[in-house]
């Protein structure tokens, strides 16, 4: 379903959103939403789609088994996770923060700007703000997490099926890991043609898995009800905090589902879960339960149990290839979040490679991966099995629901217009579930809630310190450059050779000179005929179309052959400025420029901290403007005639 900028009001009534998915379900697009659906399963559910492998288990072995295991329990659990799906993914997720797409870009950071773009200046709009960097932050705490105990829980089943065989997890599990990062330059949309028909057959055998119990205890069913699990919080409160902090491990995940939805669209991502992956997640979950209630005894690892020992292996396969893409949907969600981390000045500037020609949303960051690949394989290392990684897991998902939630909240009030009380009665809601699992997962810093935390820590002051120095960079490149009208008044005065062609040189500003184009000039002692000055400049919005980026900058030049546009771009657009000036040139009539064999010219900073009374945070500045890409990489220009001319900055 194709997405607009426009954010829905709490005029838009379901029957007719339903009736217009209906209607484009029913055209030829019914075969393309099938193919996105198919690729969703296996780029964006496979984190929720292997949580059965270990929530269980967890659950009632967590703080030395504060939650007894009794039949009367299992059924509490049980229904406490199939309403946990219910609300937080199917209500929350899919129904309210899916539409809050900012131009169909989803994720934490996207959400942020587009509240903060709604809001006016003030410590509102300043909160918002620092919660989208923290939460995009976190993201990144969970997508070093969610590969380690993905994989570890898989492999652990060897455990069962070989009770007697030396320990082969770790080797087994770093390879397995290796394999996954060295695959993510070939993109999500071929890693999603190969992973989605598997994870089909993982949902389905889920399913399959979990039916047989339950057709033999149905008294299990009864978990289906809310009062089950209402009855449990109420009388058992101490237990049920307990039970809080492990079961959020069922929705772990789902902050990528939203983090996703540039590479997939709202609609499949919507109809996937809601005709596949809910009901395959609630039947295992139920044939777990009556497993439990049959023989406590399968406790140590009732999802493997669920089958017959002949099944085990054939169960271990699967059940590592579909922790393969569990992994998979964080680590593109940390590729969609890097990026506009990067394009709104929270990141350096990274190399960013488009693998589909079709998807702009598809992408691999060489630099990100290469850094998760090596945080993901010291987890693995240090804490060596899933049960002592599950402590680590819920901080960072439970920490990210609440942010999400704040900034939703918000949004319904201020940009979607709902009226006070039902603002008010979905922040009431989200609260209820939410902050008592987040408060019970506090409780965790000490035996492993301290991973996420201080990846998430280390990645929000990188964030910060990235955004100030770059505000300091700009103030000093403003001071040594001079405007734009002072570096023409003096050609003017004292002019220079002109030579044959086009020299095009991108620059950030608008008002200053190119370091680029003083430098060359000063050394060389020659201008090219025509001379065109690009401002680039990102929107606080995820595109904008390709006929509307370019505009040309009215300016009295005293010399001829000098031009300046502004080419203003998406956050989440291909900064292909060749391409972009060529569709501009055509659009408004310019015959001028020979871009077929114009130059470009850069200008490369490097940036130095003065050792006088300097801010440690400066070093750390410095430290991250030497690990930005090179501004070819950046605005996608053609190799063979880009030059890059260097210079000092000081802060």
């Not at 697009?29 to 269980?56: E, H, Q």
């Amino acid at each position: 379903m194709r997405t607009t900028g426009r954010v829905p009001t709490s005029s838009s009534r379901p029957s007719v959103r339903f009736r217009f998915v209906i209607q484009k379900l029913s055209r030829p697009a019914v075969k393309r939403t099938a193919v996105l659906g198919v690729g969703a399963l296996g780029v964006v559910f496979g984190d929720i789609g292997t949580s059965p492998l270990y929530v269980m288990r967890t659950v009632f072995t967590v703080g030395g088994g504060a939650v007894a295991l009794t039949d009367r329990n299992i059924l509490s659990v049980v229904s406490c996770i199939i309403w946990l799906l219910l609300l937080i993914v199917t209500v929350k997720y899919v129904v309210f923060v899916l539409r809050a797409d900012h131009d169909g870009e989803g994720g934490i950071l996207a959400l942020s700007t587009l509240v903060c773009g709604m809001l006016k200046p003030g410590r509102l709009l300043k909160l918002m703000g620092l919660l989208g960097v923290f939460g995009a932050a976190l993201f990144f705490g969970d997508s070093v997490i969610t590969p380690a105990i993905s994989v570890l829980s898989a492999i652990e089943g060897l455990e069962v099926a070989f009770p007697d065989m030396p320990n082969v997890v770790l080797p087994v599990a770093l390879a397995i890991l290796t394999a996954l990062f060295a695959i993510q330059k070939s993109g999500t949309s071929k890693v999603g043609r190969v992973f989605g028909p598997l994870m089909v057959v993982w949902f389905i055998g889920l399913a399959l898995a979990g039916l047989p119990h339950v057709i033999q205890n149905p008294s299990v069913l009864m978990a289906l009800s809310p009062t089950v699990a209402v009855q449990f919080l109420i009388l058992h409160p101490a237990a049920a905090f307990v039970m809080m902090g492990a079961i959020v491990l069922a929705v772990t995940g789902t902050e990528a589902l939203y983090a996703d939805v540039s590479h997939f669209g709202r609609t499949p991502i919507q109809l996937t879960w809601i005709g596949v992956v809910l009901p395959c997640l609630i039947l295992n979950y139920l044939g777990q339960g009556a497993l439990l209630i049959e023989d406590e005894s399968h406790l140590a690892n009732p999802f493997f149990h669920l089958v017959p020992s002949s099944l085990t292996i054939p169960l271990v396969i699967m059940a590592t290839i579909a922790t393969l893409i569990a992994s998979q949907a964080v680590i593109s969600g940390a590729y969609s979040i890097a990026r506009q981390a990067s394009r709104l000045g929270y990141l350096p500037h990274l190399r960013i490679v488009h693998t589909s020609e079709s998807a702009a949303g598809q992408i691999y960051l060489p630099a990100v991966n290469m850094l998760l690949y090596g945080a993901v394989a010291v987890v693995v290392l240090v804490f060596q099995d899933s049960d002592r990684l599950s402590g680590a897991y819920g901080l960072a998902v439970t920490t990210d629901f609440v942010i999400t939630s704040l900034l939703l909240v918000v949004l319904t009030r201020v940009g979607w217009k709902w009226p006070a009380w039902a603002t008010a009665g979905l922040a009431v809601g989200l609260a209820t579930i939410e902050w008592p699992m987040f408060a019970a997962n506090l409780s965790k810093i000490s035996t492993g809630g301290w991973l996420p935390l201080g990846v998430a820590l280390t990645m929000m002051f990188m964030m910060i310190t990235w955004n100030r120095g770059e505000r300091l960079v700009t103030r000093a490149r403003k001071d040594q450059e001079g405007t734009l009208k002072e570096f023409l008044d003096n050609v003017a005065k004292h002019p220079v050779r002109r030579i044959p062609g086009t020299a095009i040189y991108p620059h950030s500003m608008i008002s200053t000179t190119p370091r680029s184009l003083k430098l060359n000039t000063m050394i060389n002692h020659s201008l090219h005929d025509h001379v065109v000055i690009v401002s680039l400049k990102t929107m606080p919005v995820p595109r904008v179309p390709l006929n509307e980026r370019m505009t040309i900058d009215r300016f009295e030049s005293p010399i001829s052959g000098v031009s300046h546009v502004t080419l203003r771009f998406g956050f989440m657009d291909t900064r292909d400025v060749e391409e972009t000036l060529a569709a501009g040139q055509k659009q408004l009539g310019l015959r001028s420029w020979n871009l077929d064999c114009a130059y470009f010219m850069l200008s490369h900073l490097k940036v130095t901290a003065t050792k006088s009374g300097c801010h440690w945070w400066k070093h750390g500045f410095v430290l991250l403007s030497r690990m930005s890409a090179s501004p070819q990489w950046t605005v996608s220009l053609p190799a063979s005639r880009t030059a890059e001319i260097s210079s000092t900055v000081t802060i």
